[in-house]
């Protein structure tokens, strides 16, 4: 069967504009709400020389090609003579999508170890021969959060500001790392987390919904998880409400096992592929006989 060219450019021109923004959002909303404080991260949820990688599809009609990869990796470091976390993603295209619209992206944040709070985020795009920079740098004061945001490209300064929010106020990365602290013996199902999330020039308003347990199977592979619905006040989805669904792995590592968002063209998807140095042992992992 002769592959349809139109069906392919028009593909190609979808991504263009919406993975972007799509692809980051699948990996952010990912983990305890602790009260509207500017801090709200646990330090036990990292692990040094921790590592995840997913694959990425995107969904459009029947057809569901494969669009690329992302892996994240925590690190113990040092920033500015203060130890700190740092938690490092790389996402690239693959395949049919690479061939229209390579991506390149990488995302990192510094988080102090004692009493951790953010102190840098970091986005450099590299998209289809563009490349933009993106920095943001946290300071507090009570129960307030500010974000010093500067974004450029390699020729000038697109913008430089300053904005703030009360309340759980993390970045993208520190928004994984937030799905992942969730205590299963206090939650119940229905509740809501509320959080926001410093992206770019201006803060998004995410909230989390428990809606229990789930198997889900890929693969010859079933997983235990625990699913939240994601409310995300963002233009790249097709509507708030329900924007995503998370599953986390049920055991003591809380992985993000898949993620589902719906956008304006189609969805997309990102599935749990391996991992290494985990915590724990990946014990909601259960692999079934091959057929």
């Known amino acids: 069967m002769k592959e349809d060219k139109h069906q392919v450019i028009t593909l190609a021109a979808v991504w263009e504009c919406r993975f972007k923004r799509s692809l980051i959002l699948l990996i952010i909303c990912l983990a305890t709400f602790t009260g509207m404080q500017a801090q709200c991260l646990d330090k036990d949820i990292f692990v040094n020389g921790e590592q995840i990688i997913y694959d990425v599809y ?13 892996s994240m990796t925590i690190k113990e470091t040092t920033y500015k003579g203060t130890p700190a976390w ?13 061939k229209f619209f390579s991506i390149r992206d990488t995302m990192q944040n510094y988080m102090t170890k004692e009493n951790p709070r953010l102190i840098y985020s970091g986005k450099r795009t590299s998209e289809g021969g563009y490349y933009e920079m993106d920095d943001l740098n946290y300071t507090y004061s009570d129960h307030e959060t500010f974000i010093h945001a500067v974004r450029k490209n390699l020729n000038r300064v697109r913008a430089d500001t300053v904005f703030s929010g009360g309340g759980c106020v993390l970045d993208l990365l520190g928004a994984l790392m937030y799905a992942r602290m969730f205590d299963w013996e206090k939650i119940t199902v229905g509740y809501q987390y509320p959080l926001q999330v410093g992206m770019g020039e201006s803060l998004i308003k995410v909230n989390y919904r428990y809606e229990g347990q789930r198997i889900i199977e890929r693969d010859n592979t079933k997983f235990r ?32 096992i898949k993620i589902r968002a719906k ?8 599935h749990y592929k391996s991992s290494e140095k985990l915590r724990h042992p990946l014990r909601c992992r259960i692999d079934l006989p091959k057929k």
């Open 58 to 70: 995107f969904k459009w009609g029947v057809m569901m090609p494969k669009a690329g990869t992302a």
């Open 86 to 98: 740092n938690t490092y993603i790389l996402i690239n295209t693959s395949g049919m999508v690479d």
């Open 225 to 256: 998880t625990r699913l939240f619905i994601i409310d995300i006040y963002d233009d790249a989805f097709t509507e708030s409400k329900a924007a995503m669904e998370i599953w986390i792995g049920d055991d003591d590592n809380h992985v993000p």
């Open 263 to 270: 956008l304006k063209i189609g969805a997309m998807e990102t």
